[in-house]
């Protein structure tokens, strides 16, 4: 089988699938997974409680989020009495998770670009003839172009997934666009903190933050496309909007390294409603698989990923196709509605006078309840019932 895109959704199904004993092939474009990374890395409690990741490529812990308004002032702290947060170094992370697919007998092709799949079901794969390290570490590297014909495909190539296209699945519409820098600042005795500004100027329909664990500091905004071309500080510009927001965020710190950069489109829509069929299915942001309300993606991804390899290698050993009918993004949809909602809510605040009105229903008690499960719940995605599919 083949799966198209070798993040942690992609390598995860392919390791799970690879120790069911299928002869499994992930492919990516890029030549070297420790490039073009456009995640921040940051993990929530319950992906570090549930998956083995590289314990090296870990920050310190992070139980303290500050939340503030466009003006700043009269900040609402949340703090934890366990460790929600740590931000990972993802180059380790997706070098990892490369080697354990391997290991568990996956085929890894990097340095190759999924051409499209035909009406037979035929998929081109084209070799990127820059790329020196093809394939590195893997058996039956190919030509410069291949033809393969898999018995299944999984999407793991992106909020603008081609492989969603190709097998006639739904494709993400709504979506947000962030950047980020990220570098190492000095040691600290300041606790680890997590600084999240709600300000309708600098990140319309979603947050800017800082995240400072006391080794490395995360600063970013995301927004609707729209509306940051509009935004006049930047003259359309986001790196230079993100550039600004450094220089004064809450919780900055400068750096003593190199400045880092990154940042991507995040599907916010929730998971798509069909993102399966007898050919293939999608996983993470292909399938939309990251929370509508914090963009979220790394705990979706995971568990999307996990399920969907358990349910494919399950329906391949027994050819029942009522064992995909399960993988329903319908279904899993209403397990999001509150956070749908919201996203509605968020997304509508056009005026940093509202948002100011919003915080203080915030820091009343039940509004600060409601930020605690938010930033500190166990509910990032459902936990999946696999009786079916052990």
Known sequence: MLIVGAGLAGLHAAQVLAQHELDVLVVDRRRDLTAGIRTSGIFVRRTLEDFALPAEALGPAIRRVVLYPPS????????????????????????????????????????????????????????????????????????DVVHVRPRFMIGADGARSRVARDLGLDVNRQLIVGAELHYPVAPS??????????DPRLAPGYLAWVVDDGQHSHVGLAGNPDRLRGVASCGGHLRRL????????????QPVGPVGRRGGLIPVGG??????????????????????????????????????ARMVAAYLRSGERTILADYSGEAMRAHFRGRLLLRGIVAGLREPSLIELLMILIRTPPGRTAAARVFFGDGSFPTINRSKIN
């Open 72 to 143: 700043l002032r009269k900040p609402l702290v949340l703090q934890s009495d366990r460790d929600e947060y740590r931000v990972a170094d993802m180059a380790t992370v997706y070098v990892d998770a490369q080697d354990s697919a391997r290991a568990a007998g996956a085929r890894v092709w990097l340095g190759v670009r999924y051409g499209g799949r035909d009406t037979e079901g035929v998929v081109r794969l084209d070799r990127i003839t820059q790329a020196p390290n093809i394939a590195a570490a893997a058996t039956g590297s190919p030509g």
């Open 271 to 308: 998971v798509l409603r069909r993102i399966v069929c007898p050919d293939g299915l999608l996983v993470g942001d292909a399938a939309g698989a990251a929370s509508p309300l914090t963009a979220g993606g790394l705990d979706p991804c995971l568990r999307l990923s996990d399920l969907a």
């Open 189 to 198: 005795d300041a606790e680890p903190t997590f600084h999240c500004v709600v």
């Open 242 to 253: 993100v550039e600004g927001f450094a220089q004064v965020a809450p919780g900055i710190r």
